[in-house]
């Protein structure tokens, strides 16, 4: 079974902070997306990746960031956190496929204070 | 732009009350639909892909059908641990690289004994 697996379960930090939050898969796959996740809002895309060191713009990227040095490994990054960046991410992968679902990591709920 | 509308928002169910979840998608050219469970605090976990229109697929509890404009997720004869949020997804054709998917908002079930 492929894994994804997200660094931190839970995070706290400050308004002002830069954060990064780390996500790793392990079948190879090519394509790897973040997300956030919010009542009422459901799943919307930050930025997502389908090569090393290719990144496109989802549908909210204003305030954040992201690194693909390596195949394995999609970095999302807080440039400098606020409060409403409060919530829960979601990182996922898929082959570079098309019609290929994606599998999830289990999430990070990042509180900024 | 692709479109993916989920109904009933939420849904509560006696212990084997049978139902039915909808998803409406409007997509350029279909390349997969794809539904998706969610426990509360966890990442979404792969159910099913439908490729084609009259196409179904089951498991244990739960068969997922496929029209042109819309999908179905039946639960038949749930119990409390169907409980969760139902997730549904499309990609379409799209020339740009990637395997963006477009979520719906999800249906939030529970099933009470």
């Known amino acids: 079974d492929v894994k994804v697996t997200q660094s931190s379960r839970y995070l706290v930090k400050r308004t002002g902070e830069k954060v990064f939050l780390e996500c790793v898969q392990d079948?190879?796959?090519?394509?790897m997306f973040w997300y956030r996740q919010d009542p009422g809002l459901g799943l919307r895309l930050i930025y997502f990746?389908?090569?090393?060191?290719?990144?496109e713009k989802g549908d909210i990227p204003e305030g954040y960031s992201v690194s693909r040095e390596k195949k394995e490994r999609f970095s999302l990054i807080l440039e400098s956190a606020s409060t409403n960046q409060t919530s829960m991410y979601l990182c996922?992968?898929?082959?570079?496929?098309?019609?290929?679902?994606?599998?999830f990591g289990s999430g990070t709920r990042l509180t900024v204070v | 732009e692709d479109q993916v509308t989920q109904s009933p928002e939420a849904l509560r169910l006696q212990e084997g009350e049978s139902s039915s979840l909808n998803c409406s998608y409007t997509?350029?050219?279909?390349?997969?639909l794809f539904w998706y469970r969610q426990d509360p605090g966890k990442g979404p976990e792969f159910l099913f892909t439908l490729y084609s229109a009259g196409e179904e697929k089951e498991k244990e509890r739960l068969k997922a059908t496929l029209t042109k404009k819309e999908s179905f997720l039946h639960i038949t004869a749930p119990k409390p641990e169907d409980s969760a949020t139902y997730l549904c997804?499309?990609?379409?054709?799209?020339?740009?690289?990637?395997?963006?998917?477009?979520f719906g908002g999800g249906t939030r079930v529970l099933v009470k004994p």
């Open positions: 079948m190879d796959h090519e394509n």
């Open positions: 990746s389908y090569d090393v060191k290719m990144k």
């Open positions: 997804a499309v990609r379409g054709f799209y020339k740009a690289a990637g395997n963006k998917l477009t």
């Open positions: 996922a992968s898929s082959l570079g496929v098309e019609g290929y679902g994606y599998t």
């Open positions: 997509v350029s050219g279909l390349r997969g």
